[in-house]
């Protein structure tokens, strides 16, 4: 299990940026894919974009394509997210998890254990 925190978040103004940053420590960050979620007030969890082990494969929601990219640097044991062209609408908060099988964060996310406390993300119209 690997420990995640997550930072980066604030409150933007619509068509603004950010970017978020998952840190990991305790164990090879490399064996991990790491995947974004975000819960706004009121609604479910949902999977915002998670990114394999090597890096080479990304997959996101068709609501942020476009606009989020995620990235991982494993020297530096921390994966990003970057969001450009906020809406409203991606006020959440924002948690990172972590597994060894992608599948596991994009279909079995009950399984992850690896979560970070989150980060919240406020976008004002």
């Known amino acids: 299990q690997v420990h995640l925190e997550e930072s980066g978040g604030g409150l933007v103004q619509a068509g603004g940026s950010l970017r978020l940053s998952c840190a990991a420590s305790g164990q090879t960050f490399s064996n991990y894919a790491v995947a974004w979620f975000r819960q706004a007030p009121g609604e479910e969890r949902e999977s915002v974009a998670a990114i394999n082990k090597r890096g080479g494969s990304t997959y996101y929601i068709r609501s942020v394509k476009g606009r989020f990219t995620i990235s991982r640097d494993d020297a530096k044991n921390t994966v990003y997210l970057q969001m450009n062209s906020l809406k409203p609408e991606d006020t959440a908060i924002y948690y990172c998890?972590?597994?060894?099988?992608?599948?596991?964060?994009?279909?079995?996310?009950?399984?992850?254990?690896?979560w970070g406390h989150g980060t919240q993300v406020t976008v004002s119209s």
């Open positions: 998890a972590a597994d060894p099988r992608i599948d596991t964060l994009l279909t079995e996310v009950r399984r992850v254990k690896s």
